[in-house]
Antibody, heavy 120, light 107 residues
Framework: QVQLVESGGGVVQPGGSLRLSCAASGFTFSNYGMHWVRQAPGKGLEWVAF????????SYADSVKGRCTISRDNSKNTLYLQMNSLTAEDTAVYYC?????????????WGQGTLVTVSS | DIQMTQSPSSLSASVGDRVTITCRAT??????LAWFQQKPGKAPKSLIY???TLQSGVPSKFSGSGSGTDFTLTISTLQPEDFATYYCQQYNSYPITFGQGTRLEIK
């Protein structure tokens, strides 16, 4: 069965950096686009970034553009999100989500999430 | 960016009721609309894509309709496990955007 397991969250100071990982299993990772979606405490869902199956096309929300980089290692079945210049507004649970094809734009499976807290 | 607005923001209903949640886009998105269910402390669960197609394993009590700018999610014969927050999401164009959510509570 499809499994997505995020890791790398934690407490980081404002201005700091963090790299999130999402380990995928139960499907052929290299065939599917992948997304990051976040949810601030008590708030709704916010799409963050997308990466095509082959890593050749990516998109970002304006709120993270220039500060975050999505990447993947298909040999390790792992998706990443490098986050820099973090602010309190980046505090959220970060979910990785699988696209049902190489670039559909919606999600069929979600991970359980990893919490990022930006605080001094 | 395409803005998605759900109504109502919250809804009280009883077990056995049928409820409808509406989602409106600020511009036409064809049928590029998905619905998700989220329970407290849990990851979202995908319910519907292409406005009306159920994800595998989702019971037929959930149904979606609409095209263009106006969409609905209907849940029939509510059961205790259906009380959750529901989100719509457009994937017609980037950036992908979600509605603000509709919290469905037990009356």
């Amino acid at each position: 069965q499809v499994q997505l397991v995020e890791s790398g969250g934690g407490v980081v100071q404002p201005g700091g950096s963090l790299r999130l990982s999402c380990a995928a299993s139960g499907f052929t990772f290299s065939n599917y686009g992948m997304h990051w979606v976040r949810q601030a405490p008590g708030k709704g869902l916010e799409w963050v970034a997308f990466l095509r199956y082959d890593g050749r096309d990516e998109s970002y929300a304006d709120s993270v553009k220039g500060r975050c980089t999505i990447s993947r290692d298909n040999s390790k079945n792992t998706l990443y999100l490098q986050m820099n210049s973090l602010t309190a507004e980046d505090t959220a649970v970060y979910y990785c989500a699988k696209d049902p094809s190489w670039e559909s734009g919606f999600f069929d499976y979600w991970g359980q999430g990893t919490l990022v807290t930006v605080s001094s | 960016d395409i803005q998605m607005t759900q109504s109502p923001s919250s809804l009280s209903a009883s077990v056995g009721d049928r409820v409808t949640i509406t989602c409106r886009a600020t511009q036409g998105i064809s049928n590029y609309l998905a619905w998700f269910q989220q329970k407290p402390g849990k990851a979202p669960k995908s319910l519907i894509y292409a406005a009306s197609t159920l994800q595998s394993g989702v019971p037929s009590k959930f149904s979606g309709s609409g095209s263009g700018t106006d969409f609905t999610l209907t849940i029939s014969t509510l059961q205790p496990e259906d009380f959750a927050t529901y989100y719509c999401q457009q994937y017609n164009s980037y950036p992908i955007t979600f509605g603000q959510g509709t919290r469905l509570e037990i009356k």
